[in-house]
Nanobody
Framework: HVQLVESGGGSVQPGGSLGLSCAGSGLTVSTYCMAWFRQTSAKEREGVAAISAGGGNTVYADSVKGRFTISQDIAKNTLYLQMNNLESEDTATYYC??????????????????WGQGTQVTVS
């Protein structure tokens, strides 16, 4: 039974930083493609960053390139998202997602079949 549990959300001023974590159970992160998505009440869920199984490849949304970094700690079975220079437009609920391996890591909701419950990030 795969479970993903996000943590680390909160409130921060524009220009500040936050780090999100996604602890996985029932899976080994080194064999899963994983990603961070975000959603607001006004927008559909959008991909933020993704990492291939084993961490060799990463993909970022244009809006976060140079500010966000996705990484994983295989020993801790945890996915991370370091968010720097945050903007008010980054305010959203952030979700962790996973799929067993993948042919190419992408920021597409339909590629992932396991999801966390979300953690709120507010920039104001």
């Amino acid at each position: 039974h795969v479970q993903l549990v996000e943590s680390g959300g909160g409130s921060v001023q524009p220009g500040g930083s936050l780090g999100l974590s996604c602890a996985g159970s029932g899976l080994t992160v080194s064999t899963y493609c994983m990603a961070w998505f975000r959603q607001t009440s006004a927008k559909e869920r959008e991909g933020v960053a993704a990492i291939s199984a084993g961490g060799g490849n990463t993909v970022y949304a244009d809006s976060v390139k140079g500010r966000f970094t996705i990484s994983q700690d295989i020993a801790k079975n945890t996915l991370y998202l370091q968010m720097n220079n945050l903007e008010s437009e980054d305010t959203a609920t952030y979700y962790c997602a996973a799929v067993f391996r993948c042919t190419g890591v992408r920021l597409e909701v339909g590629q992932y079949n396991f999801w966390g419950q979300g953690t709120q990030v507010t920039v104001s």
